[in-house]
């Protein structure tokens, strides 16, 4: 019997490469997204991860018809960019609403499910940014940042109950989500941070248009997937940036920084 895992983000990205990948490999997929997907390959759902509603209907509806969950990919996120002091909170809240909030929503809903069947797998899409804070991308940062600590929390709690949790740390990767990010409307306020934001998510976009295939991303979630043991936190990306979350971890807070400027676009 083929095991069932439900991808969130499933309409492009690293989603839709997962959802592709995974059920070229045998696995029953159901790929969700807020406005349904479409797949002569697997079942695509709809689902709002930021809606516990949704949520939770989806997963019924898997369990129903599947009798079963055996993992889950939470891929589902989107980017804010803009000065953090110009941000409305209401942006900010809806940026971790789905980032943050939307993987939580996901696997509370899944783990009744993974505990009565003896076990299951959860992998969460973190970031490089998750470690690293990206300027005039705060909110986005720190809905990554959030995601380590619940991951690495969950893992201790679920354990016992042969669940196993796996943060993912994609560096730059080419998808929409460049061309999805959302700005900050900073039209009424003064010029003092527009010429540093122009700057930053500038080679932000050039960095995620030169950033690596989602194909690759998936290849690595595939792996955590089919591990006997897997990895509490994978990095994916280009070595300079995976070398950048090894200088965070060993070197004086100061160095890193100092190094890290450039390479942010400040």
């Not at 998808?175 to 900073?186: L, P």
Request: net charge neutral.
């Amino acid at each position: 019997m083929a095991k069932v895992i439900l991808i969130t983000g499933a309409s492009a990205g690293i989603g839709q490469a997962c959802a592709d990948r995974l059920h070229a490999h045998g696995w029953s997929v159901i790929g969700a997204s807020r406005r349904g997907t479409s797949s002569a390959a697997w079942t695509p759902m709809e689902m709002d991860v930021d809606s516990d509603e949704s949520v939770l209907k989806g997963v019924t509806t898997i369990v129903e018809e599947h009798s079963r969950l055996d993992a889950v990919v939470a891929c589902a996120g989107w980017g804010l960019a803009g000065p953090v002091e110009l941000t409305p909170i209401s942006e900010a809240k809806h940026q971790l609403e789905t980032n943050f909030w939307g993987a939580v929503r996901v696997v509370q809903a899944a783990l009744p499910v993974m505990r009565r069947q003896g076990g299951g797998r959860v992998v969460l899409i973190s970031s490089i940014g998750g470690i690293v804070g990206i300027p005039f991308q705060a909110f986005y940062s720190a809905s990554k940042f959030a995601m380590e600590g619940y991951g690495e929390a969950l893992a201790y709690e679920v354990a016992p109950y042969g669940i196993e949790v796996t943060l993912v740390e994609p560096g730059n990767v080419r998808t929409d989500f460049t061309s999805s990010r959302r700005d900050v409307d900073c039209s009424g306020a003064d010029e003092t941070y527009s010429a540093a934001v122009t700057k930053a998510i500038g080679l932000m976009e050039k960095d995620e248009a030169n950033g690596v295939d989602p194909r690759d991303v998936a290849a690595v979630i595939d792996k955590v997937l089919r591990a006997g043991k897997p990895r509490r936190r994978v990095s994916v990306g280009k070595l300079d940036e995976r070398v950048g979350i090894l200088g965070k971890r060993l070197l004086p807070y100061r160095l890193f920084e100092k190094g890290a400027k450039s390479s942010l676009g400040v």
